[in-house]
């Protein structure tokens, strides 16, 4: 069971995720909002999950994104 610090943690990222694809231009801001409003009704996934799921981005860009902040959160 994740604690709450962990959930946290978790949203944090996902909020980067969605910011950095924002600015990337990889999703509008359209698409941001709408997940990023999604991703408290929906505990179990995560922001590249939704993303992925509604077709806003494709896998290659999911992996590009996950990367970038791999190495901006070691």
């Known amino acids: 069971m994740p604690t709450q610090v962990t959930e946290k943690a978790d949203r944090g990222r996902d909020l980067l995720f969605g910011v950095i694809a924002l ?14 409003t999604l ?3 929906q505990p179990d996934k995560g922001a590249e999950d939704l993303f992925g799921q509604k077709g ?7 992996v590009a994104l996950k990367g970038l ?3 901006q959160l070691l």
Request: hydrophobic share 50%.
């Open 23 to 36: 600015q990337m231009n990889f999703v509008d801001q359209a698409q941001f909002v709408e997940v990023m």
């Open 39 to 41: 991703l408290p009704s």
């Open 56 to 62: 806003y981005l494709k896998p290659f860009q999911i």
């Open 69 to 71: 902040i791999d190495a």
